[in-house]
């Protein structure tokens, strides 16, 4: 059974960057029917995709947030990595990582870290 | 970009009844890639349905879901205490994953 465990700082000042790690294990990280991704949820709103990176490195973001957010793997420390840069308060929110298979919906999620934004 | 449009934004149901929410999506979906998620407060979305119409893993036959193009369906036949909660849909194309705006299924 996948399990995935966020980590991070908690607090970010504005125009900062923030970085977040998930670690996986209970599974590969490198198996080709495997996609990690990274969703948020503002308090009190709804889920947005940020970004999903394939084992080989290939990475796709949402629009929105595309000219901001980088993900990286690192199939060594069965980690990914997500770097959001420019930070303001509207991206304060509840950081999921999460797992999706062949049929591209996320079947395994992480507890979730809160990443808040103020000065 | 495509558009989930999820209705009502909150059902105030008992225990016991029929829940039908819905899931719309501003251009056709592909069947395959469109998803239910439960969320309760503090917890991480759960999967419910996945491809249309295929329950997850360890959850109940009273979930189903439904639906092709544009419309998808999710109903619980009969709702159990455990049932109130919040749903999202989700769909995956062209590279791209979106999530629907939720529905609250509260106790009336």
């Known amino acids: 059974q996948l399990q995935l465990q966020e980590s991070g700082p908690g607090l970010v000042k504005p125009s900062e960057t923030m970085s977040l790690t998930c670690t996986v294990s209970?599974?590969?990280?490198?198996?080709?029917?495997?996609?990690w991704g990274w969703i948020r949820q503002p308090p009190g709103k709804g889920l947005e995709w940020i970004g999903s990176i394939y084992y080989s490195g290939s990475a796709y973001y949402n629009p929105s947030l595309k000219s901001r957010v980088t993900i990286s793997v690192d199939t060594s420390k069965k980690q990914f990595s997500l770097k959001l840069n420019s930070v303001t308060a509207a991206d304060t929110a509840v950081y999921y990582c999460?797992?999706?298979?062949?049929?591209?919906?996320?079947?395994?999620w992480g507890q979730g870290t809160l990443v808040t934004v103020s000065s | 970009e495509i558009v989930l449009t999820q209705s009502p934004g909150t059902l105030s149901l008992s225990p016991g009844e029929r829940a039908t929410l819905s899931c719309r999506a501003s251009?056709?979906?592909?069947?395959?890639?469109l998803n239910w998620y439960q969320q309760k407060p503090g917890q991480a979305p759960r999967l419910l349905i996945y491809s249309t119409s295929s329950r997850a893993t360890g959850i109940p036959d009273r979930f189903s879901g439904s639906g092709s193009g544009t419309d998808f369906t999710l109903t619980i036949s009969r709702l159990e205490p455990e049932d109130f909660a919040v749903y999202y849909c989700q769909r995956y194309g062209s590279s791209s994953f979106t999530f629907g705006g939720g529905t609250k299924v509260e106790i009336k």
């Open positions: 209970g599974g590969s990280i490198s198996s080709s029917t495997y996609y």
């Open positions: 999460a797992h999706s298979g062949s049929f591209y919906g996320f079947d395994y």
């Open positions: 251009q056709s979906v592909s069947s395959s890639y």
